[in-house]
């Protein structure tokens, strides 16, 4: 009997390689969008990163300019 219960131990895996089978379990599960789909949310998510980068670029020189004339630096 105590072959048995050893038998069993041996076959589960450990926890790293439970992680891994447990992922690709879910992996497989996931809804993964085309590549249309993908290039036009990778478009959008560029274009909205050029705005707001900007946007934050124009309003920091802004407000370096303002605080600079208002302390009298150049």
Do not use: C
Not at 1 to 28: D, S
Not at 36 to 52: G, K, R, S, Y
């Amino acid at each position: 009997m105590t072959k048995e219960i050893v038998k069993k131990e041996a076959k589960e895996p450990n926890a790293i390689q439970r992680y891994f089978h447990e992922t690709v379990g879910e992996l497989r599960k996931v809804s993964w969008p085309t590549r249309e789909e993908a290039t036009q949310l990778t478009t959008i998510v560029v274009i909205v990163v050029l705005a707001l980068s900007s946007f934050l670029a124009i309003f920091d020189v802004l407000f370096s300019r303002f605080f600079a004339l208002i302390l009298g630096a150049e």
